[in-house]
C-alpha cells in the first residue's frame, strides 16, 4: 500500500469521531477526552427504594383443571424510601394487589409449557400496585417461573 492510501485511510478512520461530535456539538477534542458510558450499563437506583414482597405461587387453570402454578419472586421500586418504608408497612395490601394481578394474569397467559412474558407480566403487576400507592415507580420481577403441577 502506497504512503498516500494510508494517510488516506487514516483520514477516514479519524474522520466520523469527529463529525459526530460536531454534529452532536460537542468540539471533538471533548468528544475524546468525556468518560464512556456503555449504552447497555444498568441503570443506578438507592436500595432504600426497594421493599421485597415474600414469593407469590399462583394456579395456571386451563379448561377448569389445574394445569400448573406461577411462581414470581418480586421487588417494588418506589420513587423515595420514605414511600418504601411506608409500603413495608402495607404488606398485605401490596400482596393481594399483587396476588390478584397474578391470578388474573396465569389465567389469561400463562402456560406450563411456554415461557413466561415477563414483560406483559410487569406491564400487569405495575398498574394493580401503583393503585396501592402511587408512589410505585415499577415492579421488578426477580424471579417467574411455570411448572407443570
Not at 468518560?35 to 405461587?57: E, G, H, R
Not at 402454578?69 to 417494588?76: A, E, F, G
Not at 393481594?96 to 412474558?117: G, Q, T, Y
Amino acid at each position: 500500500m502506497s504512503r498516500s492510501a494510508l494517510h488516506a485511510t487514516a483520514a477516514l478512520v479519524a474522520a466520523p469521531v469527529a463529525t459526530c461530535a460536531t454534529v452532536a456539538g460537542v468540539a471533538p477534542e471533548a468528544a475524546l477526552a468525556a468518560p464512556a458510558v456503555p449504552a447497555n450499563a444498568p441503570p443506578t437506583f438507592d436500595p432504600a427504594t426497594l421493599v421485597k414482597l415474600d414469593q407469590i405461587d399462583v394456579p395456571i387453570v386451563d379448561a377448569g383443571r389445574l394445569g400448573g402454578v406461577l411462581h414470581l419472586t418480586l421487588v417494588v421500586e418506589t420513587r423515595s424510601p420514605d414511600t418504601a418504608s411506608a409500603l413495608a408497612k402495607r404488606m398485605p395490601e401490596l400482596r393481594a394487589a399483587s396476588l390478584a394481578a397474578a391470578i388474573e394474569f396465569a389465567r389469561l397467559r400463562a402456560s406450563p409449557f411456554a415461557a413466561v412474558d415477563v414483560e406483559r407480566l410487569q406491564h400487569t403487576l405495575t398498574p394493580a400496585l401503583r393503585r396501592v400507592d402511587p408512589g410505585i415507580a415499577r415492579v421488578l420481577i426477580v424471579r417467574a417461573s411455570a411448572l407443570r403441577s
